[in-house]
């Protein structure tokens, strides 16, 4: 069951969102406004989450919450990775927590938070420990990040890959899980009052894998994505269906992101999209079929806009 929406994925992420296009958020703003306003009129009992922002940064929220932006949204969502990226100490979660609650006005979700194992198996069991004993009961949702490494022949979606050096392959160490499918030691330590965040690639092999898990586990909530960009894919349609039938059994936040390559004022996953109306029917479309489960035949992008 799908209980919320989530506009975006980090969308103060320059490897998320081309704010050198944007620079004031703006597009970004009417974009997201635009399709938060199409899903409550399809289903107004459903959770509109704004993208959750990573670095957590009270200014970016100020920014949209002056466009009008957060009048639309339900949650606000944060990302933290303390142990890994972020430049603050990880029992420094409440007064993050704090600081985004006293801007938006709004709950705040941590909707990906997780420690890799990139210099050491005991690293991520600490940091497991330690955030589930500072956010589990003092936000209404946290998803750990997450339950599969990454496979190393994949990319991470990052800026610059692997001239990032040690940054960028600590993202292939997130899982609690690894590549090769054996269990990590933070496995056992994993409390299933926390959601699980984990994204699938277009046709993901390891779906029914991560499936299995997540109920071994005892999950209940869980976040992962739907990809504008894949829906412009040959067989999107059958590819979403398969995934959401799925993850039927679990609740579940939808992230929706990625621009077109065909549809952005430039190629690319981060560009904002030349038409942001778009972006809203695409919203309508996935709430009508995995929400309302309005099953009938989607629309599918003509010759023209795919890509």
Request: proline letters at 7%; one cysteine or more; charged letters at 25%.
């Amino acid at each position: 069951m799908i209980e919320a929406i989530k506009f975006w994925n980090e969308p103060n992420n320059l490897s998320h969102w081309d704010f050198q296009m944007d620079p004031e958020w703006r597009e970004y703003a009417r974009m997201t406004q635009l399709a938060a306003e199409a899903v409550h009129a399809e289903c107004p009992a459903l959770t509109r989450v704004l993208g959750g922002i990573s670095p957590i940064d009270e200014r970016f929220i100020n920014r949209l919450k002056g466009y009008g932006l957060l009048e639309h949204m339900d949650v606000v969502a944060v990302h933290g990775f303390p142990l890994d990226w972020n430049h603050w100490q990880i029992n420094e979660w409440p007064q993050k927590i704090a600081e985004i609650e006293a801007v938006a006005g709004l709950p705040v979700w941590v909707t990906e938070v997780g420690v890799s194992t990139f210099g050491a198996d005991e690293v991520q069991v600490f940091g497991l420990q330690r955030t589930t004993e500072l956010l589990l009961g003092h936000v209404e949702r946290v998803f750990w990040y997450s339950l599969l490494d990454l496979p190393p022949a994949w990319e991470a979606t990052t800026r610059h890959k692997e001239s990032e050096g040690s940054a960028y392959y600590r993202h292939f160490y997130m899982g609690l899980i690894r590549a090769d499918g054996s269990p990590k030691p933070a496995i056992e330590h994993f409390n299933p009052a926390l959601g699980l965040c984990q994204w699938f690639h277009f046709e993901d092999h390891r779906l029914d894998f991560a499936v299995d898990w997540l109920r071994r586990l005892g999950v209940k909530k869980l976040r992962t994505g739907l990809s504008w960009a894949d829906w412009h894919r040959p067989n999107a349609v059958e590819w979403f269906d398969r995934q959401m039938d799925a993850l039927s059994d679990f609740d579940v936040t939808v992230t929706l992101c990625f621009t077109p390559p065909s549809r952005g004022r430039r190629e690319c996953h981060t560009s904002p999209p030349q038409v942001p109306e778009e972006f809203a029917e695409f919203a309508v479309q996935m709430v009508r079929r995995y929400v309302l489960q309005e099953n009938q035949a989607l629309p599918r992008p003509s010759l023209a806009q795919s890509g």
